[in-house]
T-cell receptor, first 110, second 114 residues
Framework: AQSVTQLGSHVSVSEGALVLLRCNYSSSVPPYLFWYVQYPNQGLQLLLKYTTGATLVKGINGFEAEFKKSETSFHLTKPSAHMSDAAEYFCAVSDYDMRFGAGTRLTVKP | NAGVTQTPKFQVLKTGQSMTLQCAQDMNHEYMSWYRQDPGMGLRLIHYSVGAGITDQGEVPNGYNVSRSTTEDFPLRLLSAAPSQTSVYFC?????????????FGQGTRLTVV
């Protein structure tokens, strides 16, 4: 079965610094990959997804992710963190069903 | 533009009680699913449905029942609640059970079993 592993349950950055959230996947077939964000006491919201085509995917709120098949990775980045980016982020892989990583909580320090 | 609606938002149950978590979507999606979210474990799939009258088990189905009588509704039933079922529950829908379709989530139900 397909799975994802998120490296780091907590990441803390200063406002204006680079955000890097790591995700590695395991899949025997070309994967479909997603990043979701969860703000406190809310449901999950799609940030971006990779299905086919361009390996650099741009999403909402300035986030992007790059699919690297050779590294089985789909890391999420943002050049400059804002206070409003503080949330929990989930990487997911989909075959018929969607399977999620354990999540990474992002803290942004002023 | 409601999307996926879950009720209630919060619930406290005593061990052994039963209850139903409601989920409705207005996007005419074929695929609906229930997840539970626990700290450090992400979201785990409980049950899913690919259409009215069709349901199947996910990763953690024990202690939960589902049914799908209409396209719109997908309730989750706890027949005899246990403290281990304390969690946040999310309902999600997708247009179809196709790998490249995104999931749309409800706001969640925070359940505490005492």
């Amino acid at each position: 079965a397909q799975s994802v592993t998120q490296l780091g349950s907590h990441v803390s950055v200063s406002e204006g610094a680079l955000v890097l959230l790591r995700c590695n996947y395991s899949s025997s077939v070309p994967p479909y990959l997603f990043w979701y964000v969860q703000y406190p006491n809310q449901g999950l919201q799609l940030l971006l997804k990779y299905t086919t085509g361009a390996t650099l995917v741009k999403g909402i709120n300035g986030f992007e992710a790059e699919f690297k098949k050779s590294e089985t990775s789909f890391h999420l980045t943002k050049p400059s963190a804002h206070m409003s980016d503080a949330a929990e982020y989930f990487c997911a892989v989909s075959d018929y069903d969607m399977r999620f990583g354990a999540g990474t909580r992002l803290t942004v320090k002023p | 533009n409601a999307g996926v609606t879950q009720t209630p938002k919060f619930q406290v149950l005593k061990t052994g009680q039963s209850m139903t978590l409601q989920c409705a979507q207005d996007m005419n999606h074929e695929y609906m699913s229930w997840y539970r979210q626990d700290p450090g474990m992400g979201l785990r799939l409980i049950h899913y449905s690919v259409g009215a009258g069709i349901t199947d088990q996910g990763e953690v189905p024990n202690g939960y029942n589902v049914s799908r009588s209409t396209t719109e509704d997908f309730p989750l039933r706890l027949l005899s609640a246990a403290p281990s079922q304390t969690s946040v529950y999310f309902c999600a829908s997708r247009p179809t059970r196709t790998a490249n379709t995104e999931a749309f989530f409800g706001q969640g139900t925070r359940l505490t079993v005492v």
